[in-house]
C-alpha cells in the first residue's frame, strides 16, 4: 500500500534565510555523517535548464547507511540493503527528490517540498487529488521538541534546548510554548513523503520505518539549521554553493566506493 504523509515544518526564518539555512546545514552534515565506509557521495551537483522546474540546481548522491538498518530489516537482507540512490531537483521555493535502493527494486521514495512564508495552515499545497488526499496524514514538526524514537537515536544528535536559545548574529530565539503563531518572519516547508514498497510480508513495515526515518531526518536538519544561524547568517546562495562545490569534492576523496553499487 503506498503510504502518503504530509510532515510541515514551520521555522522562524525567511525564505530566503532558509534557503541559505537549508543548503549550509545539509552541506554540514553530509560532512558529519560520511566516513570511509559510510555516508554520502555526490556524483553530480550543477545548475541546469529542467523541462518541469525550469533552471534549478540538479543533485545525483549515494547514501550508503548500512550500519543504522534496524535489527529486523539486517535480520533478512544484506548490508547493502540501505545503499540508497537519489536524484534531486532544487527550485527553490519548489524542491524534489527522488530516491530507489538497488536492493529493493520496487521501492520508490518521492519527496515533494513547497516552501510558503506562512505558519503551517495552508492547505494542499501541492495540489494533491481527491484520492490522494484521502490518503494524505499530516503531521506538524516543532522544532523545538526533539524526538526520541529509535530513527531519532540514530540519525540525530542536536541536543539544544530552544528554550533558552538565542543567536547573537540574528537575535531569533528563544522558542517557547506557541511560538509558531508569534515569530516573524515564519515560514513553513511543507515536505510531502510518497513511498511505496510492494513487497508482500514485510513491505508495509518498511515503507513505516523508511517514513520514521525521515521524519527524523527533518526534525535533525531543521534544528541544526537553526542551531547554527550564526555560521550561515548574511551568507549568499552563491557563497554557500561554492562551499558545497568543495564539500562535494572532498566527499568524493573520503568515501571508498564498494564495486556492487558502480556497477
Request: aromatic letters at 12%; one cysteine or more; a negative charge.
Amino acid at each position: 500500500m503506498v503510504q502518503v504523509k504530509e510532515f510541515r515544518i514551520v521555522m522562524p526564518l525567511s525564505l530566503e534565510e532558509y534557503q541559505v539555512g537549508q543548503r549550509y546545514t545539509n552541506m554540514r552534515m553530509q560532512q558529519e555523517n560520511t566516513t570511509s565506509t559510510e555516508g554520502v557521495e555526490v556524483l553530480e551537483n550543477k545548475l541546469i535548464e529542467d523541462e518541469e522546474f525550469g533552471k534549478c540546481q540538479y543533485t545525483s548522491k549515494i547514501y550508503r547507511f548500512q550500519s543504522k538498518a534496524p535489527v529486523w530489516l539486517a535480520s533478512f537482507a544484506p548490508t547493502d540493503a540501505l545503499i540508497m540512490q537519489e536524484e534531486a531537483w532544487n527550485a527553490y521555493p519548489r524542491c524534489k527528490t527522488v530516491m530507489k535502493c538497488p536492493y529493493f527494486t520496487k521501492f520508490s521514495l518521492t519527496l515533494e517540498t513547497i516552501h510558503k512564508a506562512d505558519s503551517g495552515h495552508s492547505e494542499n499545497v501541492h495540489g494533491l487529488s481527491e484520492e490522494q488526499l484521502a490518503a494524505r496524514e499530516i503531521e506538524y514538526i516543532d522544532i523545538a521538541s526533539p524526538s526520541t524514537d529509535y530513527w531519532s537515536y540514530v540519525i540525530g544528535n542536536n541536543n539544544m534546548d530552544f528554550s533558552k536559545f538565542k543567536s547573537a548574529k540574528s537575535g531569533r530565539g528563544p522558542l517557547l510554548d506557541g511560538w509558531q503563531d508569534r515569530c516573524n518572519p515564519v515560514m513553513t516547508a511543507y515536505k510531502l513523503v510518497i513511498i511505496d514498497a510492494p513487497y508482500w510480508g514485510f513491505g508495509y513495515r518498511l515503507e513505516q520505518a523508511l517514513i520514521a526515518g525521515e521524519k527524523a531526518l527533518f526534525v535533525e536538519s531543521n534544528r541544526n539549521c537553526l542551531a547554527w544561524i550564526d555560521e550561515w547568517c548574511g551568507m549568499t546562495v552563491q557563497e554557500v554553493r561554492e562551499l558545497e562545490l568543495l564539500s562535494s569534492s572532498i566527499l568524493k576523496k573520503k568515501v571508498v566506493k564498494p564495486t556492487s553499487i558502480d556497477k
